[in-house]
């Protein structure tokens, strides 16, 4: 796994993180371009360019430095940063348990059967001011589709929820948690995320390191739904509040969802750790439907997404730790540091 660091403004860090996916960008560019052919895709992107321009111009700018730094045309990049428009799902297990002094442990698993070495990276982006993000970087993803965390002391992870609705007129979940990411706290994270309507629904949990505070929200069209994070939480990839809950889905989220759950209700939070909480989400079953950690050694990435990392976060501590499934490989390092160590 690559770690590593870059600076400037959203335009400049973008076209770093351009540049440094170059190659992988360059491979993806083509089907992109032959899909613009259309005049209708053409006309969605410009469209889709227009709304960008007034409600998040700043990531707008971060799109066209990744599109400038890698070489593919901004059209083609805003394309792929609509994952709505091929109907492109994902999915993630969190797991959160709250210890009896009130700090929080969180732990989440991303699963992708796209990721692999050549098109992620853990990168650290310092802004102007000093204000920075870490996050897991994916070439044809914005930062925030994944986890990150930031220099407010806000930790983050995201789930894709299987929709009930999708509108594509409205703006791609890619931005909306890209603009996340800036939040300073839960106050100005649920602002953010109820501003505006959004293309596809989502979930997003996070956790306040400052005052132990949680929350997971989820994200519908036009509403958010928040839950509070009290002593022990665990979700997937289906909506689990009203009027959606639960939303029919493929794939094994319902299990996931359970199986994560009924482990943490086994935990003590007295005497469990954040490997504790860690090894929830290594469960494996027998097979794909019945498994929480969707091994890379054993799951076909071509049919069934897999387990790529997991993120996994100790308030009391300020210790994260990293998983790469990917490169079978583990670190570990102070939250304001980022000097991860094998």
Not at 55 to 72: C, H, I, T, V
């Amino acid at each position: 796994m690559r770690f590593f660091e870059v600076r400037g403004n959203e335009y400049e860090t973008g076209y770093q993180v351009g540049e440094y996916f170059k190659e992988r960008l360059q491979s993806e560019a083509e089907k992109y371009e032959k899909v613009l052919e259309k005049e209708s895709t053409l006309d969605f992107v410009k469209g889709l360019e227009e709304k960008l321009k007034k409600a998040y111009p700043a990531l707008l700018q971060e799109a066209y430095g990744r599109a400038d730094g890698s070489g593919m045309s901004r059209y083609a990049t805003l394309l792929m940063y609509s994952p709505e428009f091929f109907k492109k799902q994902d999915g993630c297990t969190t797991a959160m348990l709250r210890k009896p002094d009130g700090s929080l442990l969180f732990a989440h698993n991303e699963d992708d059967p796209a990721f692999d070495l050549g098109n992620v990276a853990v990168v650290k982006y310092v802004y102007p001011g000093g204000r920075w993000i870490v996050g897991y970087t994916v070439a044809e993803k914005l930062l925030g589709s994944t986890w990150a965390y930031n220099s407010d002391g806000m930790v983050f992870s995201s789930n894709f929820i299987a929709p009930g609705i999708t509108d594509i007129n409205n703006v791609s979940r890619y931005y909306m948690v890209r603009d996340a990411l800036d939040s300073k706290d839960i106050g100005d994270l649920l602002k953010r995320l109820a501003r505006m309507k959004v293309a596809t629904p989502f979930s997003f949990n996070a956790v306040d390191s400052k005052t132990g505070e949680a929350v997971n929200v989820e994200k519908d069209v036009e509403k958010i739904y928040v839950t509070w994070i009290g002593e022990k939480y665990a979700r997937s990839n289906h909506f689990t509040s009203a009027p959606y809950a639960p939303v029919p889905t493929t794939g094994n989220t319902m299990f996931r969802y359970w199986k994560a759950n009924d482990l943490l209700s086994q935990l003590d939070p007295k005497t469990a750790d954040i490997f504790a909480l860690r090894g929830i989400l290594d469960f494996e079953g027998p097979d794909y439907m019945h498994t929480i950690n969707l091994s890379t050694l054993t799951n076909d990435t071509k049919t069934k997404p897999v387990t790529v990392c997991n993120l996994a976060f100790d308030q009391k501590t300020g210790r994260i730790y990293f998983r790469d499934y990917i490169g079978h490989e583990e670190f570990a390092w102070d939250y304001n540091e980022f000097r991860p160590n094998c």
